[in-house]
């Protein structure tokens, strides 16, 4: 028998595209018992491939349940990590530490984070951001980086290449303590914590972060064309603040949450039909999962009120 080459086994290891949601709760899906509010995209997922009943988070909150997921390892044994960070902290995952990407990038896979990071840059705090975000993404697995570094209900209101804050220029820095220039949502919170970067900041439209990382993730998959793929795909749906594409709008029966929940499921949706575009969806394994579970703020409170139950 002859020896199959590194190519032809290369065609046989699946593709990866690990879609994580962002405060997405066990009931806000129609598989899982939504009423008032559709996502044919996703129930298609729960009914083709395998839904799970009895899952649970390595944290409630975001920053914990992400290193949880990329790490392997309980955030409770990495100094007793049980919140949060924001614009100020520094890379909490230790750059020698295997991840998921780091394994996959060994094993011959092209690797790439699209969307929410939330886990830090660099190794000083407060964070330099008018510097190279170093080490990020990119030092952990990933060979591509692109999407919003903290979070989208937190500055700054940025969108973040690899190493670098897209749209930043010498001439017009961050500065901390400054009121960002960016468009003023409910539930969006701390403008007044770095502002300057004004045409970075004009780069980020809440409305269309979705839409805009969406195409983003859709590209990078359109370029592999040597090796398999993992794509790490954490959408900023649904986190508040609540801020669906104009299209979305009015589209559930429980407000500006379910219209979130249906741009999501349309993100969904289209991974899928990419997927089939490509020729490669019969070898990719597509895992779609929640970071922590839904957040009952006051805009999920009204959807709850409006009958949109947990």
Known sequence: MSQLSFAQVNQKLPNIVLIN???LGYGDLGCYGATKLQTPNIDKLAKEGRMFTDAHSASAVCTPSRYALLTGEYP??????????F???????????????SVLKKAGYATACIGKWHLGFGTTEPVNWNKP?????????????????????????????????????????????????TREVFEKMNLDDIGGADNAHALYVDDQVGTHLK????GWMK?????????YFATTNIHHPFTPAPQFL??????????????LDWIVGEVMQTLKEMGVAENTLVIFTSDNGGMFNATRQ?????????
């Open 76 to 85: 409770i044994r990495h100094g007793n990590l049980n919140n949060p960070i």
């Open 223 to 231: 370029e592999q064309k040597e090796k398999p793929f993992f794509l």
């Open 302 to 310: 009204k959807a709850w009120k409006d009958g949109h139950k947990l």
């Open 21 to 23: 949601a962002d405060d």
């Open 133 to 181: 975000l170093n080490p990020g993404p990119n030092v952990l697995g990933f060979d591509y980086y692109y999407g919003v570094p903290v979070v989208n209900s937190h500055p700054p209101f940025v969108y973040v290449e690899n190493h670098d804050v897209v749209g930043l220029t010498e001439a017009d820095p961050f500065v901390y303590e400054n009121k960002a220039k």
């Open 87 to 101: 614009l100020k902290n520094k890379l909490v995952i230790d750059t020698q530490k295997e991840t998921i990407a």
């Open 250 to 263: 009015g589209t559930s029966e429980s407000g500006l949450y379910g219209d979130f929940v249906h741009e």
């Open 215 to 218: 195409e983003k993730a859709l």
